[in-house]
């Protein structure tokens, strides 16, 4: 292997350096930067009207920004063309697709867009339609339809797959499925930048994770990192006869040992670790941005 194709490997397969967007005189993104590396799964996390979108819509090549500096697969989003495009899979919030066609003659057809695309009985299978592969769009369940556009966006064999709010809409089992999917799709080095607002869904899927809010970066790390040490620190809850009693701890297998010492089996006795919702919930709370949510969505 060359030097050069070394150094292609080791590049990061998206990098975003001081991103700035202004809607008129508003800023929607106020300085992110960050790097998604190749086989990578990143979410991107954060409250309603964070900048979550505008970040994703600015790196599909579909937004302009106002300033700093974005690369995917190599190339300026703002210059990506056709043969560019076809390195991603974008599944978006609302795609729509609700036409007269099956679920397997849409993917035929835009298979044929791709240069190298996945086996249509696959992808099928894939995402769990088989039951429903010959059953016009508009027939389908939204949790349905939301499978349709998941396949959509893997039907190209994507380098880079872009994922907002996969699974709304899905129920528990659906949602179980779709996340093997995802894992699949990791395997085979897919780099994956996922948006939702479950995060049990993130932290099972993610490698990493930013967390945006108000145009801003406010913390990004690995999912068992995030937030910092202080923040992961477990809690052993138990009850006494004054009420429920809580300690956080390092140690809590001492603690344990301590109230089995003193008064043998603790009565409701749970050792907590704090959950990346715990965390996020937390450091938003920190950075104060609890009054976005209360925007007029335009
Ligand atoms: P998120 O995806 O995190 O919910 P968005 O990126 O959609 O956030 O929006 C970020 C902010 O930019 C919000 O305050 C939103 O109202 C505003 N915004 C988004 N799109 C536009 C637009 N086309 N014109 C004006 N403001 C917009």
């Given at each position: 292997m060359t030097t050069s194709a070394n150094h292609q490997e080791r590049s990061p397969h998206v990098s975003v350096r001081d991103l700035r967007k202004q809607y008129g005189g508003f800023v929607a993104l106020d300085g992110v930067s960050f790097d998604i590396e190749q086989g990578e799964t990143f979410a991107l996390l954060g409250p309603n009207g964070a900048g979550k979108s505008t970040t994703i819509e600015v790196l599909e090549g579909y937004r302009d920004r106002s300033g700093g500096e974005a690369s995917v697969l190599g190339v300026d989003p703002h210059r990506g063309g056709i043969a560019w495009k076809a390195r991603l899979g974008i599944v978006l919030q609302n795609t729509g697709e609700s036409g007269d066609v099956t679920v397997r003659e849409q993917l035929s057809h835009f298979a044929g867009y791709y240069p190298n695309p996945r086996n249509v009985d696959e992808v099928i299978v894939g995402v769990g339609l088989e039951t429903k592969e010959n059953t016009l769009i508009r027939k389908l369940s939204g949790g349905q339809r939301r499978r349709v556009d998941v396949a959509l966006g893997i039907i190209g064999r994507p380098e880079l797959l872009f994922l907002d709010e996969p699974t709304t809409g899905f129920d528990p089992e659906a949602r179980r499925q779709f996340w093997g999917l995802i894992e699949g799709l990791k395997t085979e080095g897919t780099t994956i930048l996922l948006t939702t607002h479950y995060l049990d869904e993130a932290a099972y899927l993610s490698d990493r994770a930013g967390i945006i809010a108000g145009g801003r970066l406010i913390d990004i790390g690995r999912i068992d990192e995030i937030g910092g040490a202080e923040a992961r620190v477990p809690i052993v809850r138990w009850q006494d006869a004054s009420g429920v009693q809580e300690r956080r701890t390092t140690t809590p297998g001492a603690v344990v040992a301590e109230l089995v010492a003193a008064g043998g089996e603790p009565r409701g006795l749970e050792i907590v670790r704090p959950s990346l919702e715990d965390v996020y919930l937390e450091l938003l709370s920190a950075n104060d941005h609890?009054?976005?949510?209360?925007e007029p969505s335009l």
């Open positions: 609890s009054t976005q949510e209360l």
